[in-house]
């Protein structure tokens, strides 16, 4: 039966006290305990501590007419508690710090120039008058455009018959309106985009600057 390590310090872990030290002296020179248990007394005689389980696997194996009872033994000893390696972090959790820790700093930094960086006026899509009776006449033109061509086109193609023409005119002011919406929601995402490109890139806290 393989013996515990004398080295290896895990379970409990006890004081050292005189009775034991006694104790491990005499137990070098048992010859009822294995070559290894006598080894591993004699390794812990010197110590400041004792593990509970070599001390028990010695006392266990002496010779029962010579060694101490086991509760005089533990006398005076007392529970040796060893605090527990930190934990190191990742390099993910370390990424993570390192983000949060950054936007804290911009936040800190915002909050710090508020009163003193003017704020930038944000342009508003039809924000004034003329953009608005621009945009106007502009879908109205295309509408327009779109009706003269549809109902040039179903004219041509169902032999001048009125009531298909203005089908026709119809669905080229529907097609038409629809196009200019399309353009409509694809400009004004373009302009968000540059917009906050612009924010982020003249965003630079002088904690950063300083680093």
Not at 132 to 159: D, E, I, K
Not at 186 to 196: A, C
Request: with cysteine; hydrophobic share 35%.
């Amino acid at each position: 039966m393989d013996q515990p390590d004398p080295r290896n310090a895990s379970g409990l872990i006890l004081s050292a006290t005189e009775p034991m030290r006694s104790f491990l002296t005499l137990a070098c020179d048992d010859h009822r305990l294995s070559e290894e248990l006598r080894d591993i007394a004699s390794d812990l005689r010197s110590r400041n501590t004792v593990p509970y389980k070599l001390l028990r696997a010695i006392w266990t194996g002496s010779d029962p007419s010579t060694r101490p009872d086991l509760l005089g033994l533990f006398s005076g000893s007392g529970f040796v508690f060893t605090s527990p390696k930190p934990r190191e972090k990742s390099e993910e959790l370390k990424l993570r710090l390192l983000k949060l820790r950054d936007i804290a700093e911009r936040k800190e930094y915002a909050e710090l120039v508020k009163d003193i960086t003017p704020r930038k006026q944000v342009e508003e899509p039809f924000s004034s008058y003329k953009d608005q009776l621009g945009f106007g006449l502009h879908v109205g033109l295309t509408m327009f455009t779109g009706y003269l061509v549809g109902y040039a086109s179903f004219r041509a193609l169902f032999n001048r018959n009125p009531a298909l023409s203005a089908a026709g005119g119809i669905l080229g002011l529907v097609l038409a309106m629809l196009v200019e919406t399309l353009l409509f929601i694809i400009k004004t995402s373009k302009d968000d985009q540059i917009q906050s490109s612009k924010s982020s890139s003249s965003f630079t806290p002088t904690t950063k600057k300083n680093q």
